[in-house]
């Protein structure tokens, strides 16, 4: 059986204590108290802010070069089992190279450089402990060739890591690259898969934007992102859809089992906690949690 967890919430944390839901961890950010709150409830483990730099490791909440001494405290003070870090180049760190170049000598440089990133966590932690996640464009600020499952595979084959495949994210990246989404899905390196993540996806509209107005957040990634695709949102028909596919796929042992499976919904503070819904809380992870339990189970099941 695989193991299922959410985003930290304390609409989750009630729902759970109350028995409406179940669940076999909290996902946390990389802090200590709000760790130590979801352990009194639940085992919890931390998602690290972690991105490749140019051939560093960035802390992408502190916007400098991560700390290692913070990492091995996080591993010490959570139940977690491994450091994940996003294969998200920033166009930032290559001034000289334009976002969407394909040319091979800049997908070298960028696959090197994310290589050398990677590989300071694996001689620290050990290649096995190392997840590298898979992860979209937001508005051009990416390396385009960082979406590229042969890219994606390349980097984590290298540095003989694991996969942290995030569904959502492969279908946002299929759907900037013009590919089908499972076309695309099935080009990941699958049976490498260690951790995966799953949400909603829709487009933001003015319902989004509204709703976190009135709430007095005015100016919220959300806002940037207005009228563009995103994730970290309740499951529609079609996301139940490929969730289902790829739990068929991890239960038929096409793919590897991951350790466990995350709703990346809600979470405390901003945008993430104004949109928390305790309904949808209530209403979905039970649904996710017994396709997780139960290979046998129809994906038109609820």
């Known amino acids: 059986?695989?193991?299922?967890?959410?985003?930290?919430?304390?609409?989750?944390?009630?729902?759970?204590?109350?028995?409406?839901?179940?669940?076999?961890?909290?996902?946390c950010p990389a802090w200590d108290d709000l760790i130590?709150?979801?352990?009194?409830?639940?085992?919890?483990?931390?998602?690290?802010?972690?991105?490749?730099?140019?051939g560093i490791v960035m802390d992408t909440e502190k916007k400098a070069p991560a700390d290692f001494s913070r990492i091995e405290k996080l591993l010490t003070m959570s139940d977690t089992p491994?450091?994940?870090?996003?294969?998200?180049?920033?166009?930032?760190?290559?001034?000289?190279?334009?976002?969407?170049?394909?040319?091979?000598?800049?997908?070298?440089?960028?696959?090197?450089?994310?290589?050398?990133?990677?590989?300071?966590?694996?001689?620290?932690?050990?290649?096995?402990?190392?997840?590298?996640?898979?992860?979209?464009?937001?508005?051009?600020?990416?390396?385009?060739?960082?979406?590229?499952?042969?890219?994606?595979?390349?980097?984590?084959?290298?540095?003989?890591?694991?996969?942290?495949?995030?569904?959502?994210?492969?279908?946002?990246?299929?759907?900037?690259?013009g590919?089908?989404?499972?076309?695309?899905?099935?080009?990941?390196?699958?049976?490498?898969?260690?951790?995966?993540?799953?949400?909603?996806?829709?487009?933001i509209d003015e319902t989004h934007l509204d709703m976190l107005n009135e709430r007095g957040l005015s100016d919220t990634i959300f806002h940037k992102l207005a009228g563009e695709l995103i994730d970290h949102v309740p499951f529609t028909p079609p996301d139940w859809d490929i969730t289902a596919w790829a739990f068929e796929q991890i239960h038929s042992g096409a793919w590897h089992k991951p350790w466990v499976v995350a709703f990346e919904y809600g979470g405390v503070g901003g945008v993430f906690e104004a949109l928390s819904d305790s309904a949808t809380i209530a209403d979905q992870v039970p649904r996710l949690y017994r396709m997780a339990k139960n290979r046998h189970l129809s994906h038109n099941s609820a």
């Open 179 to 203: 590919m089908n989404e499972y076309q695309y899905i099935r080009g990941l390196p699958l049976k490498q898969v260690q951790e995966m993540h799953v949400t909603g996806i829709t487009r």
């Open 1 to 27: 059986m695989i193991d299922i967890a959410i985003n930290y919430s304390r609409q989750a944390a009630k729902l759970y204590e109350s028995g409406q839901i179940q669940l076999d961890y909290f996902k």
């Open 82 to 177: 491994c450091v994940n870090i996003h294969f998200s180049p920033f166009d930032s760190d290559y001034p000289e190279i334009a976002y969407d170049s394909l040319a091979t000598n800049d997908i070298e440089l960028v696959v090197e450089n994310s290589i050398k990133a990677i590989n300071q966590l694996v001689e620290k932690f050990g290649a096995d402990k190392v997840l590298v996640e898979n992860v979209p464009s937001v508005k051009h600020s990416h390396m385009l060739c960082a979406l590229y499952p042969d890219v994606i595979t390349r980097v984590i084959d290298e540095t003989n890591t694991t996969l942290l495949f995030d569904i959502s994210h492969a279908r946002l990246s299929a759907h900037r690259l």
């Open 36 to 54: 130590a709150e979801a352990r009194a409830v639940l085992p919890a483990y931390v998602h690290f802010p972690l991105r490749v730099g140019r």
